[in-house]
């Protein structure tokens, strides 16, 4: 009996394309599509005798001229992406078609239509509206203030003040508050069985919230915050389960809102309908809006709650090894983006490098944010450890 796999090669394929996520596949096929829109248009063909300076003029013409479906150029980001995407599935297609081989990301022939597609990027970066912009991150004090604004005796204002506090505290991504469920969390046990009032958060989720992951090597939990209750996650998560009737069967965290929920005769705070990813996705630039932050100047999304807790834990001198922990990356480079400097953390920085006292009393001073209490001073707690800044 061999001691090797007997998978065949069409089950391999099959496998393969099992865990390639749908929106992968959707905007393979969608770029292609207009790829082939595009060479009809300007009669260039898919022949086993084209040769690679011919191939590399239709990428190059395709690099510079690509436009959305409504004539308007796309985000540089989006040229990229594309361009590389078709760059690939016109590889495929010629070793499949007619077995020709060819690398349009390295042959020498195709460095001109490399370089069209890169000009490009260049002149949309210019342009405000079509650059990549990172979501913007906000202050403690203006987080502070739209918790204060969610009332939690209504079904929407308890959710979105769980949504503030725990995606705070949790470092949520940007798609992960619509894509939470109750099976994501589960309450905490010591080794005798009694409970620790903390709450275990492990989700199950990729970048596009598509699943297929395996879940996170390490736990992040909500934990008490006995200094302020009026801001407690774990609280707030209870009273949430609380509202959740026998009627109820949807594991997802977030629930549509009965509107009929002050009438005795109704069915409770919730319908048995999860909130729609894209309306949870307005949630934290609906929240800045009302506190006078202009969602047109700054990127606004729900990523911005991620962006923040890294921010503002990075100004009160929290490493890069630790934030890792609370993000989830697998190294420090991938929260270098998150990473923003406001106005106050400049300040800091050039009162430090001028030696002022002043300077001494901002940056010796004992205000660190905690995982744990996210909203007050003190040590900062995290996986069982407490870091003291001093």
Request: hydrophobic share 30%.
């Amino acid at each position: 009996m061999s001691r090797f796999g007997i998978a065949s090669l069409e089950n391999i394929d099959k496998e393969v394309d099992s865990i390639t996520p749908a929106n992968s596949k959707r905007s393979k096929n969608s770029v292609w599509g207009q790829f082939q829109c595009f060479c009809k248009e300007r009669n260039y063909k898919f022949e086993k005798s084209s040769s690679k300076d011919e191939l590399a003029n239709m990428l190059k013409d395709w690099g510079f001229n690509m436009k959305r479906k409504d004539g308007e150029d796309y985000k540089e980001s989006v040229v990229k992406i594309t361009w590389n995407f078709t760059a690939k599935q016109l590889q495929e297609f010629y070793y499949k078609e007619h077995n020709v081989k060819f690398d349009p990301f390295a042959d020498v022939e195709f460095s001109s239509a490399r370089a069209a597609r890169d000009a490009k990027r260049r002149n949309l970066q210019t342009d405000p509206k079509k650059r990549k912009l990172s979501s913007a991150a906000i202050s403690k004090q203006e987080m502070e203030r739209m918790v204060e604004m969610c009332d939690e005796n209504t079904p929407t204002g308890l959710q979105k003040k769980l949504f503030l506090i725990a995606g705070y505290e949790l470092a949520w991504r940007g798609g992960e508050a619509g894509a939470s469920c109750l099976h994501h969390f589960s309450q905490e046990k010591n080794n005798e069985g009694a409970s620790t009032g903390r709450i275990e958060y492990n989700p199950v989720v990729t970048k596009t919230c598509q699943g297929g992951a395996k879940k996170l090597d390490d736990s992040k939990w909500l934990i008490t915050n006995a200094n302020s209750p009026e801001i407690c996650p774990v609280r707030l998560f209870k009273k949430l389960l609380e509202k959740r009737t026998r009627f109820i069967t949807s594991d997802r965290l977030f629930l549509t809102a009965n509107p009929n929920w002050r009438n005795i005769s109704s069915k409770g705070w919730y319908k048995n309908m999860p909130v729609g990813r894209n309306t949870v996705s307005t949630w934290m630039n609906l929240l800045t809006q009302k506190i006078g932050i202009d969602t047109k100047a700054v990127k606004i999304t729900n990523h911005s709650i991620r962006a923040s807790a890294v921010s503002n834990l990075a100004k009160e001198r929290v490493n890069e090894e630790q934030l890792i922990k609370l993000t989830g990356h697998s190294n420090t480079h991938s929260i270098r983006p998150y990473l923003q400097m406001d106005a106050e953390h400049h300040k800091r920085i050039v009162l430090r490098m001028r030696n002022d006292s002043e300077s001494r009393v901002v940056l010796n001073s004992n205000t660190t944010s905690s995982s744990s209490d996210v909203f007050s001073r003190g040590n900062v707690h995290y996986n069982n450890c407490i870091f003291n800044f001093k």
